[in-house]
C-alpha cells in the first residue's frame, strides 16, 4: 500500500496537471535540500523558474489536492472528496488569461468542492456561470444578478462603481 506521503503527492501531480494544462510530472526532492521541479509544455524547470502566477497557482492547487488526499484516505481518488475551500483575493498575481478561467479550472479540479472566493477583478466576476455574486459595501451584504457574459467595463461601472480609467487619463486624453 502506498504510504499517505505518496499518496499525497499523487494527488498534487494529479491537480496540478488536470489545473495547468502543459504542466505534468512534478518532483521533489527532499534531501540534501528541497528542490522541486516540474515539465512545462516539454521543459523542465525549477519551480523557481515559473512566474509569480504559475507559483501561486501551483501552491493553491496543490494545497487543496493535499488536504483532500489527508481528509479522505478511503476515497480512491481524493480530488473527488468533499470539502469547503476559502479563498481570499484570488485573482491576487494571476494573468488576466487565469483571471477569466481560474473559476471553472478550480471546479473542475475539484467537483465536489464547494469555494468561497474574494475578488476585485471584473474579469473573474463576468467569467462566472452558475454561481452567486455577492458585493459587500460599509458591512452591506448585497446578492447581485448574474454577471456572466459582461464586458470588464460594464461590471467597472456598473458593479464595482469605478471609472473605466483614472481621471488623469480621461483629462488629458481631452485635454491632448
Known sequence: MASSRDRQLTAVRTAISRF????SNLRVRRKPRLHMSIDKNGQTLNVLQLSQGEKSLMALVGDIARRLAMMNPMLENPLNG???VLI???????HPTWQRTIIQRLTTTFPHCQFVLTTHSPLVISDCKDVLVYSLDDGELTQLPSLYGQDANTVLLNV??????NATVGESKTTG
Open 82 to 84: 468533499e470539502g469547503i
Open 20 to 23: 495547468m494544462p502543459g504542466f
Open 88 to 94: 481570499d483575493e484570488v485573482d491576487m498575481h494571476l
Open 160 to 165: 464595482m462603481d469605478t471609472d473605466i480609467r
